[in-house]
DNA sequence: ACTCCCTATTACTCCGACATATTATCCGCC
DNA sequence: GGCGGATAATATGTCGGAGTAATAGGGAGT
């Protein structure tokens, strides 16, 4: 067999292993880096644990040492590993990893998400949207409205049981963040943004929606549209604990 | 010149040039990201700009392609670029940043800091570390209490002109943040940790300390050994009041 | 018991070739 | 003349192997 005809042959072996291995678009390393990154988020390699050297790794995952190594990069770069020569690479403890990230979320999020993670997570949310809604009720102008207005359009249009009424809370959301003209809450809402989406989905699956969440997101609307910044603040207090009551519930029935 | 002799003779090149580019315990390819990360956050390379291709460009800065490539992956799992083929290496959309890695933050204010940006980190302050001291007067125990109190301490012993006196004030919000009980929380930490750190030394560049930090984080303390919910809230919101005025001032002065 | 050095191991870097994906172009067709 | 699908060009992606540098961990020396 030619080097030109062993190269990409071993793809298939990761493309038919799992869920969202590998697809058009998805490259090899970024392919390698969920799977090791997921590995890690669902406990398989605890922290101070030694992955295996480079060779003996890649050649099991049968890939590339060039692939295994950028894949690795991407690990570093979010700090869920590091690798110093002779040491080999081991898994950081867990107050270096950027959970923050949303594709580090997305992996903490793709097997089983631990209950208490998603508590501190709505915890957080609870501390910085109601935040954000008062800046927001203090500074938005008219094109922050409408990207409002539009995405509670959207929401009412589609539901939260479709992608696409998803995707119009997350812009609902984000339209707030974007309202505070802070670019650094903005960044938070990438991320808190997708775990709303993923824990929006657990409540999916668990039952059909107990609740319409239309009105509470409408009253946050107009107490920021009204300027009325201490409302806006306490609407959305209210939103978010209705939403963690809503996935502590589902989670607990599962 | 045989093979050998060529290898890493080309690291002397970037090891030379600037200030902080690569020395030992420093990759070659994490020298790179950090050259071309601050290009980036400095605006030297703006949103939708086009890369040179990787041959090109690894050949600018006398690197393989493999150590620019592995670079590149590290920015492009930070969100500030994304590459796809004959389609080259683009800087995405600010928005798409992740602003919050401690290593972006760094490179954000390896240069010029924009003076907006800083107002948007000490909202962010504003708002989650008042709300973390209010969970940590709640929630502490006596480890808790220890490590803000030998933290107290480091800083009184070195004060924030020193290296070490930083690394003490880190660590005092780092134990109050680890006392919430919240990973969320506690992973902002490093985030929110890098960025006083930064805007400290900013502080102390423009000129004589001006003003004896240690109180406020002392009234902080307090509230929270007391388990005064309100006061803790109350003392953090002030400390953080006054951390903005100074690093303000200072930036204007300068 | 402690320090210093030395060696073996491991990651790091380089190289050059080939595969693949996407864009741009061009041609034929309507 | 404009439009849609084959086609070519090009930059990224992947591969395998060879050589280099850094460091952990043990051994020699004090």
Redesign the interface.
């Known amino acids: 067999m030619t080097v030109s005809e062993a190269n990409y042959n071993n793809t298939d072996a990761i493309a038919r292993q799992g869920d969202e291995a590998r697809g058009p678009g998805r490259r090899l ?1 970024g392919a390698i ?1 969920h799977k090791l990154g997921t590995a890690i988020l669902s406990g398989k390699y605890a922290p101070d644990d030694i992955l295996s050297g480079e060779v003996a790794f890649a050649e099991e995952l049968q890939v590339s040492r ?1 692939a295994y ?2 894949a690795i ?2 690990l ?3 700090g869920l590993v590091a690798s ?1 020569p002779k040491a080999g690479t081991r898994v950081l403890p ?10 580090v979320l997305g992996w903490a999020f793709s097997g089983e998400p631990n209950i ?2 998603v508590r ?2 709505f ?2 949310r609870a ?2 949207e109601p ?2 809604a008062r ?1 927001a009720a203090q500074r938005r102008d008219k094109a922050d409205l409408k990207a409002m207005k539009d995405a509670l359009a959207a929401m009412r249009r589609h539901t939260l049981a479709t992608e696409a009424g998803r995707s119009a809370d997350r812009d609902f959301h984000k339209a707030i963040l974007q309202a505070t003209r ?7 809402s ?2 808190i943004g997708a775990a709303v989406n993923w824990t929006t989905q657990f409540k999916q699956r668990a039952r059909a929606l107990p609740r319409n969440p239309i009105p509470d997101h409408v009253r946050v609307y107009d107490a920021i549209a009204a300027g009325d910044a201490a409302a806006a603040a306490e609407a959305m207090n209210l939103l978010v604990d209705l939403a963690l009551e809503d996935t502590r519930s589902s989670m607990e029935e599962k």
Chains 1, 2 share one sequence.
């Open positions: 390393h880096a060039s190594r950028e990069q991407v570093s770069a979010k110093r867990r107050d270096r990893w950027n959970l923050l990230d949303p594709e208490e993670f501190s997570l915890e957080l501390i910085v935040a954000a800046l802070n670019d650094a809450l903005l960044v938070l990438a991320s």
